[in-house]
């Protein structure tokens, strides 16, 4: 059985958001992070819940960001679902950027070594010891 814990975000998580927005000198109570914990938690299931129901009717067993953005924008919080958009967009950009950077340098790393005669670095075999009862130590014959 799942714990109503479980089913949250983590506090310390909240509290660092809820601190992020407020100045230096502001304090929280633990029942305004707990409030807000129990707050944003239904609010992320509920906008999950809408975007798993049109994966489900759409015969998809993954929600993606899209789906996400479909949902907040279907319950009517359109402002967040452009902003979400625009990010998911962003990231996707930066991490097929990412992809492209660690191919080329991948390749690159096999040519030089094909063009130079090397062969890749291999590791040393391990050596495994053995101890004995009076915590002396002899390599294992492999």
């Not at 993606?64 to 953005?69: S, T, V, Y």
């Amino acid at each position: 059985m799942i714990d109503d814990q479980d089913k949250l975000l983590p506090i310390a998580n909240v509290g660092r958001i809820m601190k992020h927005i407020l100045p230096r000198n502001a304090k929280i109570s633990k029942e305004a992070k707990e409030t807000m914990q129990e707050c944003v938690s239904e609010f992320i299931s509920f906008i999950t819940s809408e975007a798993s129901d049109k994966c489900h009717k759409e015969n998809r067993k993954t929600v993606n960001g899209d789906d996400i953005c479909w949902a907040l924008s279907s319950l009517g919080f359109d402002n967040n679902s452009e902003v979400m958009l625009k990010y998911l967009h962003k990231f996707r950009e930066y991490e097929r950027q990412k992809a492209e950077q660690n191919k080329a340098s991948s390749s690159e790393e096999k040519d030089d070594v094909t063009r130079l005669g090397l062969q890749p670095e291999t590791s040393p075999p391990l050596e495994f010891r053995i101890l004995d009862k009076g915590g002396s130590s002899s390599a294992n014959p492999k």
